[in-house]
């Protein structure tokens, strides 16, 4: 049976906040129609339905950009770095990524999931209906594989929608030190084609930095990406600006990610290339960053910017996507409009969805209903769980 959701505020997302009073009426997992009370189709006179009492209705949300298939913490690192430790110290010292590493590559496939799932869990209380995982903290073929079968397993364990990015290159493995080239030989490029071959890829991400990898490097592995036809992304420009999103854009990326360092030719390039510029301020704060990302060039250029976790133990041990739009509003000066979109319509493009992001019929019925009156008090708040009730395809939490 249909359900008529009425007597709420819409935040559509189409043009601007798109603020409306319709009714909107779910049928199976899409949205079938959106008006005024008055003039519901007959054919809908009989939906099963809900008073929503002027809450807020706003697209589900969309965590464009996380690392959730972990095990570990890296609270000693936290402290390292609160003693004067840079993030880059730390990770040349071999801490860093490559301590969840040894972690991660000792923990079960079951223990990975367990964990993974519960920081799904926290991001569909905060509202969240798609999620994007990424590997990375495997760096071998079987222990990246391992991870992507995660990533793929927690969509199909909850009503999440979950898009998996092979990250391989993320970091150097330990036994490749010094011998980059090598790692994405044996194992970045092997990794993805058997991943590929087994379905568990959505997109293909790299981490373009002096303590990572190279352009020529990452270049290397988006050819393979392209020759397998997977879409590309890249961390690029988080520390120091290597040129990253102008690669990322030669290769019609779906988002250049971090971009704290990204000079005005990476603006151009992503404004020409159409790929969103997808804003992490968690890890921004957890870093104590100074470098803001070009927010006002980004603006000018009419590039669109996504928000997102960036969830990982190290740069952004955080699973609220709400929490993440205050930082955006607060440290980069994004305003709650731009917040809102960077996790509903910029979030799904950089995903490459089209059927999800605003409230309109015939997109996918993920909505979230808020204790709120004004998309504004999603970025407002600081730490809170605002969330109501979340419809995922059509169908309310139970
Ligand atoms: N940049 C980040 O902020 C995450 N990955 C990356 O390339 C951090 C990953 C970590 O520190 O574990
Ligand atoms: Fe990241």
């Known amino acids: 049976m249909a359900i008529l959701l009425h007597n709420a505020i819409l935040a559509t997302m189409s043009d601007g906040y798109g603020l409306s009073q319709d009714a909107i009426v779910i049928d199976g997992d899409q949205i079938a129609w959106m008006g005024g009370l008055t003039d519901l189709p007959a054919t809908y006179a009989?939906?099963?339905?809900?008073?929503?009492?002027?809450?807020?209705?706003?697209?589900?949300?969309?965590?464009?950009h996380s690392h959730i298939v972990f095990a570990g913490d890296r609270a000693a690192e936290f402290e390292m770095r609160l003693n004067g430790a840079s993030y880059?110290?730390?990770?040349?010292?071999?801490?860093?990524?490559?301590?969840t590493v040894s972690?991660?590559?000792?923990?079960?496939?079951?223990?990975?999931?367990?964990n993974a799932l519960t920081r799904a869990d926290q991001m569909i209380a905060g509202g969240v209906a798609t999620l994007e995982i990424k590997s990375g903290y495997g760096l071998t073929v079987a222990d990246e594989m391992k991870l992507l079968r995660v990533a793929r397993e927690v969509g199909r364990q909850r009503p999440l929608s979950v898009r998996v990015t092979h990250l391989a290159a993320h970091a150097i493995a330990p036994e490749y030190t010094g011998?980059?080239?090598?790692?994405?030989?044996?194992v970045a490029i092997p990794s993805l084609q058997a991943a590929q071959a087994e379905g568990l890829v959505d997109a293909v991400d790299a981490f373009c930095e002096g303590i990572a990898f190279s352009p020529a490097q990452v270049e290397r592995v988006f050819l393979a990406a392209q020759a397998l036809g997977l879409p590309v992304k890249?961390?690029?420009?988080?520390?120091?600006?290597?040129?990253?999103?102008?690669?990322?854009?030669?290769?019609?990326?779906?988002?250049a990610d971090h971009i704290e360092y990204m000079?005005?030719?990476?603006?151009?390039?992503?404004?020409?290339?159409?790929?969103?510029?997808?804003?992490?301020?968690?890890?921004?704060?957890?870093?104590?960053?100074?470098?803001?990302?070009?927010?006002?060039?980004?603006?000018?250029?009419?590039?669109?910017?996504?928000?997102?976790?960036?969830?990982?133990?190290?740069?952004?041990?955080?699973?609220?996507l709400t929490l993440a739009m205050n930082m955006?509003?607060?440290l980069f000066r994004m305003t709650p409009l731009e917040a809102l979109q960077g996790t509903t319509l910029h979030a799904a493009r950089a995903l490459g969805l089209h059927d999800r992001g605003q409230i309109a019929a015939g997109q996918r019925a993920d909505l979230a209903i808020w204790h709120a009156q004004h998309p504004a008090e999603l970025s407002y708040r600081i730490g809170a769980t605002p969330l109501h009730t979340r419809i995922f395809g059509g169908r309310f939490d139970a």
């Open 46 to 64: 009989r939906a099963e339905r809900h008073d929503l009492a002027g809450r807020l209705v706003t697209p589900a949300l969309i965590d464009c």
């Open 88 to 99: 880059e110290e730390v990770a040349r010292a071999g801490g860093g990524i490559l301590s």
């Open 103 to 114: 972690a991660t590559r000792a923990a079960s496939e079951a223990a990975l999931l367990a």
């Open 179 to 186: 011998r980059a080239g090598a790692y994405i030989d044996e």
């Open 234 to 255: 890249l961390h690029a420009e988080q520390l120091s600006d290597l040129k990253g999103a102008v690669l990322a854009a030669r290769f019609k990326a779906l988002s």
């Open 263 to 320: 000079g005005v030719d990476g603006v151009a390039a992503l404004a020409r290339s159409g790929s969103v510029a997808v804003i992490l301020p968690g890890a921004f704060y957890t870093l104590r960053e100074t470098q803001i990302p070009p927010i006002a060039a980004l603006r000018a250029a009419g590039v669109p910017m996504a928000v997102a976790t960036d969830c990982n133990p190290g740069s952004a041990p955080m699973t609220s």
């Open 328 to 330: 955006a509003c607060t």
